[in-house]
């Protein structure tokens, strides 16, 4: 069973910094593709980037430099660091997993078939 638990939403002021974290199950952590995502209000949900099981990171260009994504393999948690925030930036933030094969981990990136998802975390910037 899958499950991926988001924390560390909040309010914060624009230009401030905030830490997301998912903790991810042990096996859909070590075997999955793990993705962080957001939903923001008028918008349909979309990419923020993608960490597949060597901790190779891709990012979708529009967010690149602001958000880094690591993880934090003693706890099993998929960490999403944000920095000068805006209030453009407010939404809904969820983690997500994709099964995809070791030898796949090229298809690892926004894109792909993500189908377990956590509950999403509020971010709100003002």
């Known amino acids: 069973h899958v499950q991926l638990v988001e924390s560390g939403g909040g309010s914060v002021q624009a230009g401030g910094s905030l830490r997301l974290s998912c903790t991810v199950s042990?096996?859909?952590?070590?075997?999955?593709?793990l993705g962080w995502f957001r939903q923001t209000p008028g918008k349909e949900r979309e990419g923020i980037g993608t960490?597949?099981?060597?901790?190779?990171?891709r990012y979708v260009d529009s967010l690149r430099g602001r958000f880094t994504i690591s993880r934090d393999n003693a706890k099993n948690v998929l960490v999403l660091e944000m920095s000068s925030l805006r209030p453009e930036d407010t939404g809904i933030y969820y983690c997500?997993?994709?099964?995809?094969?070791?030898?796949?981990?090229?298809?690892?990136?926004?894109?792909?078939?993500?189908?377990?998802w956590g509950q999403g975390t509020q971010v709100t910037v003002s």
């Open positions: 997500a997993a994709a099964r995809l094969a070791r030898s796949m981990a090229a298809y690892c990136h926004p894109g792909a078939d993500f189908t377990y």
């Open positions: 042990r096996y859909a952590y070590n075997n999955y593709c």
């Open positions: 960490s597949d099981y060597d901790g190779s990171l």
